[in-house]
């Protein structure tokens, strides 16, 4: 009934599509096998794309090929561009979605990719002879072989959702939990451990007050996720922001004694940077309010999810504390709050490919690999995808350095580092950010998507053509000079000092108060730059954003890149896969331990595994005869 397939997917989330898209594109034959077809894509918890650090990601999916920045952009309701005021490494792309257009919109993309065969089942357990995997086993009893396999499993691996006393098991609300792979996979020898994560109740926009709160509309100008030529929104819905009370706090100090987090009823770790409701009221007992953005679901539903209430209480608490909240003073609940505990797997037990190190031609991605996110899903699956599609193709793993992308940042850390609670992207894990910005994902990301043969053909043309723009731009800027009778008016009125002699307006665009847009736009430069600017405004908007950031940001830049050069260094002395760290006696027992867990494949790997001293570098590097 099945062929044998090059790469089965296991799971249609945020990971397990991007993974089936990627490695179909490539060119692999895939089956997507997924327990749901209805709730492929999902958006389990807020429906938006993006915001700080996982914008950029979003950026970077688009650029290598993937489909998460379209998909976005298709079923987005409003578009914000965040850390406007801040430097452009700061820059964070966000949108607010339509949850059932995003779900769909998906779908679509992935039926009409060539190569993708679709199974509605529950994986049981994988096929393997010795240490590689040859297929799957469903719950209807098929035995489907493949050459390897990506499990993207996602909060289903024996979830158990809480809501008050109630427990129940479960993936998501509403859908059954995955069985079976958890076990077979420990006796195989892999470590599993416990998480959890919650989300907030959905509410009925019907019988909300919006003139009790404040209302937070888009961009005035929206921007986009996608390099290519999705529509920028034309019509788009606004959020609101409200805030919890004492009084609030103290109903939900009532339930406290049935809270499944506090009676120890759950045992995973859940994200620390997205505690519910209760748990910010215990942490934080000072604060008298929390903000709460009340956000649409999409275009054709009065549902409104309220993003900062996650909360596990029991339905009538939270729905008595929510009705002392200003504006939902009579509000209808569609459903309450829960939390979830789902297995991972520690992703020290990956390669840098994703691949586990245990049994050759699978691969973990997503929430499996303990990360929180859709974005951070997304990017995984993306990545073991193509690694997929390349390891039974002989070919090496592409894995992104930490200073080419945000992804490269997200997987070494999960690798090196490991990660004991959920964990989600921030500008703060990267250290070259200002080289990793969302406006240059396109320029740093497409040509290596070109390389491996995943980018589409208007993708590279676009990219080295901005690119020329870009030189061309710069170049006639230092050449360009502006005599101090046309420009000065102009430049005291934007609280600059007027020039004394001739300038470039190389120069000018040095100045912290002028940007290129605003001196092209006032100094009526575009007699000047009509034939150096592409026609197309929003190339033409992109290339002059990226020539400013370029001169402005100029020293900044080149002192980075000296520092990646230097690292890079580091980063090509390799260390053979077998090489027997516990042998090497003048390294800390510590450094011995995470060395022998980890195996890093390079020295500077090596150098970012936590517990790993600058001396243990040094001892390593002088036997590997550096
Ligand atoms: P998922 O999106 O979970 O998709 C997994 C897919 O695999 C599903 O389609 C499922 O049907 C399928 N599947 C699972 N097992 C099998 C099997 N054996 N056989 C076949 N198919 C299988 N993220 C945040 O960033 N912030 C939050 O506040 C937040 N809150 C959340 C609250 C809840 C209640 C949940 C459920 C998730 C929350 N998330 C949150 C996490 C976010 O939803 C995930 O990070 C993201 O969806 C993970 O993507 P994924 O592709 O790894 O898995």
């Not at 009925?204 to 921007?223: A, F, L, T, V």
């Not at 100045?511 to 592409?534: A, G, V, W």
Request: with cysteine.
């Amino acid at each position: 009934m099945f062929p044998e397939y090059d790469v089965i997917v296991v799971g249609a989330g945020h990971a397990g599509c991007e993974a089936a898209a990627a490695a179909a594109n490539l060119g692999s034959k895939v089956l997507l096998i997924t327990m749901n077809m209805q709730t492929m894509a999902q958006m389990s918890c807020n429906p938006a794309m993006g915001g700080v650090a996982k914008g950029q990601i979003v950026r970077e999916i688009d650029a290598l090929g993937g489909y998460s920045g379209i998909v976005s952009d298709r079923s987005a309701v409003q578009f914000r561009m965040l850390n406007r005021s801040k430097g452009p490494a700061m820059w964070s792309p966000r949108s607010q979605n339509d949850r059932m257009q995003f779900a769909l919109e998906w779908r679509r993309m992935l039926e009409q990719t060539p190569n993708i065969d679709f199974l509605q089942d529950m994986v049981v357990g994988i096929l393997n002879k010795g240490d590689r995997v040859t297929g799957v086993l469903t719950s209807f009893g098929y035995n489907i072989e493949s050459k390897s396999v990506i499990l993207t499993s996602g909060t289903f691996l024996n979830g158990i959702i809480h809501i008050g006393e109630k427990q129940f098991g479960g993936g998501r609300v509403a859908e059954k939990a995955s069985r079976g792979i958890t076990e077979q996979l420990v006796e195989l020898g892999f470590e599993a451990g416990r998480m959890k994560t919650g989300t907030p109740p959905r509410l009925d926009g019907r019988s909300i007050d919006y003139s009790r709160m404040e209302e937070q509309k888009g961009d005035s100008n929206p921007s986009k996720f996608s390099f290519s030529n999705t529509a920028n929104l034309s019509r788009q819905l606004s959020c609101w922001i409200t805030y919890t009370n004492n009084d609030v706090h103290e109903t939900l100090k009532t339930g406290f004694d049935y809270s499944p987090m506090f009676s120890g009823r759950i045992k995973g770790v859940g994200p620390r940077y997205c505690p519910s409701i209760e748990d910010k009221i215990n942490r934080f007992a000072e604060k008298d309010r929390h903000q709460l953005f009340v956000e649409p679901e999409g275009w054709n539903t009065v549902e409104v999810y309220l993003n900062g209430f996650s909360t596990s209480l029991p339905e009538s608490v939270q729905y008595k504390a929510l009705t002392k909240i200003p504006g939902l003073e009579n509000v209808k609940m569609f459903r309450p709050g829960y939390a979830i505990e789902y297995d991972y797997f520690p992703p020290h037990q990956l390669r840098l490919s994703l691949e586990t190190k245990r049994v050759n031609f699978l691969f973990f991605a997503g929430q499996i690999n303990g990360t929180t996110g859709y974005e951070e899903a997304a990017c995984q699956g993306l990545m073991a995808g193509i690694n997929a599609h390349r390891s039974i193709n002989d070919l090496p793993p592409i894995i992104l350095e930490r200073s080419e992308g945000y992804i490269g940042v997200l997987i070494d850390d999960l690798i090196n580092k490991g990660t004991d609670e959920p964990y989600r992207m921030f500008t703060s894990r990267a250290e070259y950010r200002i080289l990793l910005r969302q406006d240059n994902a396109d320029i740093r990301l497409t040509p290596i998507a070109e390389k491996i043969g995943l980018a589409k053909e208007y993708q590279t043309f676009r990219v080295k053509q901005k690119m020329n723009y870009i030189e061309i731009l710069i170049e006639s800027l230092k050449e360009s000079k502006v005599d101090p009778n046309d420009v000065n008016a102009y430049l005291v009125s934007r609280g600059t000092t007027p020039l004394q002699e001739r300038s470039t307006l190389f120069n000018l665009i040095l100045r912290p108060q002028l940007t290129l847009y605003d001196i092209y736009s006032n100094l009526e430069l575009d007699k000047i730059y009509k034939s150096i600017l592409p026609e197309d405004t929003t190339l033409r908007n992109e290339v002059m954003e990226q020539a400013e950031i370029l001169i402005k940001y100029d020293g900044y830049i080149s002192k980075e890149r000296e520092i990646v050069s230097k690292m890079k260094r580091l980063e090509d002395i390799p260390i053979a896969t077998n090489f027997d760290f516990q042998k090497l006696r003048s390294l800390s027992t510590e450094a011995r331990q995470k060395l022998s867990k980890v195996k890093p494949q390079t020295l500077g790997q090596a150098s970012r595994i936590s517990g790993v001293n600058p001396s243990d570098i040094s001892i390593l590097m002088t036997f590997l005869g550096r």
